[in-house]
């Protein structure tokens, strides 16, 4: 079919011609597939479709926790609210309020603090899942950041 993993990305699978450019993203037995061309992407969804069996999902709406939405402008917004919500959901914090980020640089912990979490495995489990949300939300780098500092002994006020 003429395609070339990226080598930023060998996931990646790409395909320029003079006219149009396809792209495949494949990550274990989920498929992307969009170009330039929509008669060649139909093309490529028919030869994959000889191949094995597969289901077309249609347009991109959701992938590996994120939210596609195309917007007015023709752009692509990814947002993560589905996979924030089970987050929150998980961590018994569904009703915690927003706060502003990014978070004061200068805060500091208290030191003294002595109560250990019950589960530090836990605690570690939901920042892992927060890492995830860096994808879509940059702005939280720096306070995520913060948060794993204190993974290596969590105390009840962080």
């Known amino acids: 079919m003429g395609f070339h993993s990226t080598k930023n990305d060998t996931s990646l699978f790409v395909r320029f011609s003079k006219t149009t450019t396809l792209m495949i993203l494949i990550y274990v037995n ?3 597939i969009t170009g330039s061309s929509k008669e060649e992407i139909r093309s490529v969804i028919s030869f994959f ?6 289901k ?9 926790g994120v939210e596609v939405t195309n917007t ?5 917004l990814l947002t993560q609210t589905k996979y924030l919500k089970e987050i ?9 309020m ?11 912990s208290i030191e003294n ?12 489990s939901i920042v892992g899942a927060l890492q995830y949300l860096t994808i879509t939300q940059p702005d939280i780098s720096f306070t995520f950041n913060k948060v794993c500092q204190y ?3 969590p105390q009840e006020h962080h």
Do not use: C, W
């Not at 927003?98 to 500091?108: G, I």
């Open 30 to 32: 989920d498929i992307i």
């Open 56 to 64: 077309d999902l249609g347009s991109l709406h959701y992938f590996l």
């Open 49 to 54: 479709h000889d191949m094995f069996s597969l």
């Open 72 to 76: 007015k402008k023709g752009n692509l």
């Open 98 to 108: 927003p706060q502003p980020t990014p978070m004061l640089a200068n805060l500091k």
């Open 151 to 153: 993974m290596h002994r």
């Open 88 to 96: 929150l959901y998980k961590a018994s914090m569904s009703d915690s």
């Open 113 to 124: 603090e002595t109560t250990s979490v019950p589960d530090p495995s836990y605690d570690r």
